[in-house]
């Protein structure tokens, strides 16, 4: 396992602007890193990315013309995460997540992966969302060592996304580039916050009601009463 502290000039910590819109560099990535106890963050991640779907079925009626009933949501697609890295010689992206490859161990393909892994992502906040109201209920990012930052706590948004499999792996070595990256699509079994209770009564927002009986703070039209009156929310 590399030295991904200070002390290593690819793993200082720099600064990043703060400003209103998300940034590249306050998103953090942390994986089970090969040797390592618990989360570490990842070095040399060049992108990550995800994606997700489902099928939407319209339910129609005969003899009411051209006119949807109501879309019902089908099951939802497993997540797929795009990681991609800059390859290091002696650290490469299976050892990022956890697996004994490289100079860790035996691990060189795919077919060598005998357990899932989890990645933890933190979206930090810029310093600029410290006097926003619902700041302080974000978690505490995970900072490195050093001094206290006078201005505020750092917050983030926090999600793990639990038992993943690579389902892709490319490297490519090409004689007109000299940087050598590592690409890779990685399948998802769940995402959660990490903390909430997740189940059939989750508060997603949207409903016509809420859980103390009263009317629900924005919600479809379609529910207004009944479905075939619009009545002004």
């Not at 930052?149 to 926090?158: C, G, W, Y």
Request: hydrophobic share 35%.
């Amino acid at each position: 396992m590399p030295n991904v502290t200070s002390s290593n000039y690819l793993y200082r910590m720099g600064t990043a602007p703060n400003t209103r819109a998300a940034l590249s560099e306050k998103n953090k990535i942390f994986g089970y890193t090969v040797g390592a106890k618990g989360f570490q963050q990842l070095g040399a991640i060049s992108e990550f990315g995800m994606d997700e779907s489902k099928s939407v079925d319209a339910v129609r009626g005969v003899g009411f013309g051209d006119q949807i009933a109501e879309l019902v949501p089908g099951v939802t697609e497993p997540m797929t995460l795009t990681l991609n890295k800059t390859l290091m010689y002696t650290f490469n992206l299976f050892q990022q997540v956890g697996y004994k490859g490289g100079v860790d161990g035996l691990v060189r393909s795919l077919k060598h992966h005998r357990w899932p892994f989890d990645i933890k992502q933190e979206l930090v906040f810029s310093e600029l969302e410290s006097k926003e109201p619902n700041y302080g209920a974000a978690v505490a990012a995970t900072v490195p060592s050093g001094p206290a930052n006078p201005i505020a706590t750092p917050r983030a948004l926090l999600t793990y996304f639990e038992g993943c499999w690579f389902n892709s792996y490319q490297v490519s070595f090409t004689s007109d580039t000299a940087m050598v990256s590592e690409s890779s699509s990685v399948t998802v079994t769940d995402i959660i916050d990490g903390q909430s209770q997740y189940g059939e009564y989750i508060d997603s927002g949207l409903a016509p009601v809420e859980a103390s009986g009263g009317a629900g703070k924005g919600y479809s039209i379609r529910f207004a009463n009944n479905s075939n009156q619009v009545v002004p929310l």
